[in-house]
């Protein structure tokens, strides 16, 4: 069963733009990590927040945790043709941080 | 480092026939991992081995779907007989051990049965 849910399903913008994606998922969680699928370089973790973070940064990427909204959000800036790509956010279940359930995903499409 | 690797990359099989997938993790991880993944959807986890052993195969449909990873290093996953709803990639995961977060995938198999 998938946990997470995204949205949106697809969003395009222009390059430069910011993109934000959204995840919201139902049971409580240890932890939430994103990942990036695209044709080129496969599925790759991109970053993971813990229950007990409230944002979290890494180069370019910014995501935010809501525990109490069972939701987070995945913020790209200053976007470039190779974000061009799908986003999961992947809840852990608890008692189990090796064991994750993935979202539908939302596909990004950066426009030149 | 080299990769998770998978093999066949695509397959193209009829229903009815089987079919086997092979997967070979990152060298010392001792957690693998095989899902499905249907398009327009996230990946499905299938069966998880910790070194040869199964650690959770809840969602396998283990009426048509075997796996086994005989020596801890490399996995096969087998299909037989496949249906039409079987069509999907097949990933496989890799990562350091039981209770590690990220995980490592390889390119996948994609399978289309017709």
């Given at each position: 069963?998938?946990?997470?849910?995204?949205?949106?399903?697809?969003?395009?913008?222009?390059?430069?733009?910011?993109?934000?994606?959204?995840?919201?998922?139902?049971?409580?969680?240890?932890?939430?990590?994103?990942?990036?699928?695209?044709?080129?370089?496969?599925?790759?973790?991109?970053?993971?927040?813990?229950?007990?973070?409230?944002?979290?940064?890494?180069?370019?990427?910014?995501?935010?945790?809501?525990?109490?909204?069972?939701?987070?959000?995945?913020?790209?800036?200053?976007?470039?043709?190779?974000?061009?790509?799908?986003?999961?956010?992947?809840?852990?279940?608890?008692?189990?941080?090796?064991?994750?359930?993935?979202?539908?995903?939302?596909?990004?499409?950066?426009?030149? | 480092?080299?990769?998770?690797?998978?093999?066949?990359?695509?397959?193209?099989?009829?229903?009815?026939?089987?079919?086997?997938?092979?997967?070979?993790?990152?060298?010392?991880h001792a957690t693998?991992?095989?899902?499905?993944?249907?398009?327009?959807?996230?990946?499905?986890?299938?069966?998880?081995?910790q070194n040869?052993?199964?650690?959770?195969?809840?969602?396998?449909?283990?009426?048509?779907?075997?796996?086994?990873?005989?020596?801890?290093?490399?996995?096969?996953?087998?299909?037989?007989?496949?249906?039409?709803?079987?069509?999907?990639?097949?990933?496989?995961?890799?990562?350091p051990g039981?209770?590690?977060?990220?995980?490592?995938?390889?390119?996948?198999?994609?399978?289309?049965?017709?």
């Amino acid at each position: 069963s998938q946990q997470g849910e995204e949205d949106p399903q697809a969003l395009s913008i222009q390059e430069g733009e910011n993109a934000t994606m959204n995840c919201s998922y139902k049971t409580s969680i240890n932890n939430l990590q994103w990942y990036r699928q695209n044709s080129g370089r496969g599925l790759v973790h991109l970053i993971l927040i813990r229950s007990n973070e409230r944002e979290k940064h890494s180069g370019r990427l910014r995501v935010t945790l809501d525990t109490s909204k069972k939701s987070s959000s995945l913020l790209i800036t200053a976007s470039r043709a190779a974000d061009t790509a799908s986003y999961f956010c992947a809840t852990s279940v608890i008692g189990r941080d090796d064991k994750i359930i993935f979202g539908k995903g939302t596909r990004l499409h950066i426009l030149p | 480092e080299a990769g998770v690797a998978q093999s066949p990359r695509y397959k193209i099989i009829e229903k009815r026939q089987s079919v086997a997938f092979w997967c070979n993790p990152i060298s010392g991880h001792a957690t693998l991992y095989w899902y499905q993944q249907i398009l327009g959807q996230g990946p499905k986890l299938l069966i998880q081995f910790q070194n040869n052993g199964v650690v959770d195969d809840s969602q396998l449909p283990k009426d048509r779907f075997s796996a086994e990873r005989l020596k801890g290093v490399d996995s096969t996953l087998k299909i037989q007989p496949a249906k039409l709803e079987d069509s999907a990639v097949y990933l496989c995961a890799s990562s350091p051990g039981q209770g590690w977060r990220e995980q490592y995938f390889g390119p996948g198999t994609r399978l289309t049965v017709t």
